[in-house]
């Protein structure tokens, strides 16, 4: 059983910046996926940023250059430093992580997910 806990979100001013973080605890593999992904209302739920556990890193194309995905393997965890923030980057971010067990079967878990919202 794994399990994710977000925080750091906010409401923030366009150009403001929020650094999120996630700590995941329990069953974690070694060989895994960390990632940031939001929905806005009316909207699918989009990837923001994946890391891999050997740190490398996917972007958005909407957000390259203005955010940044980290983790520390050692402590589980996981940020998102957003910076630059536009009123479109308004939205509920959730934390997830996908394990590959040792059956060779990916899993993923979820974050309940908190805030963001951008005003202009």
């Known amino acids: 059983q794994v399990q994710l806990v977000e925080s750091g979100g906010g409401l923030v001013q366009s150009g403001g910046s929020l650094r999120l973080s996630c700590a995941a605890s329990?069953?974690?593999?070694?060989?895994?996926?960390m990632g940031w992904y939001r929905q806005a209302p009316g909207n699918q739920r989009e990837a923001v940023a994946t890391?891999?556990?050997?740190?490398?890193?996917n972007y958005a194309d909407s957000v390259k250059g203005r955010f940044t995905i980290s983790r520390d393997n050692a402590d589980n965890l996981v940020y998102l430093q957003m910076n630059s923030l536009k009123p479109e980057d308004t939205a509920v971010y959730y934390c997830?992580?996908?394990?590959?067990?040792?059956?060779?079967?990916?899993?993923?878990?979820w974050g309940q997910g908190t805030q963001v919202t951008v005003s202009s």
């Open positions: 890391i891999t556990h050997v740190g490398s890193t």
């Open positions: 329990g069953s974690i593999f070694s060989i895994n996926v």
């Open positions: 997830n992580i996908k394990i590959l067990e040792t059956s060779y079967r990916w899993v993923d878990y």
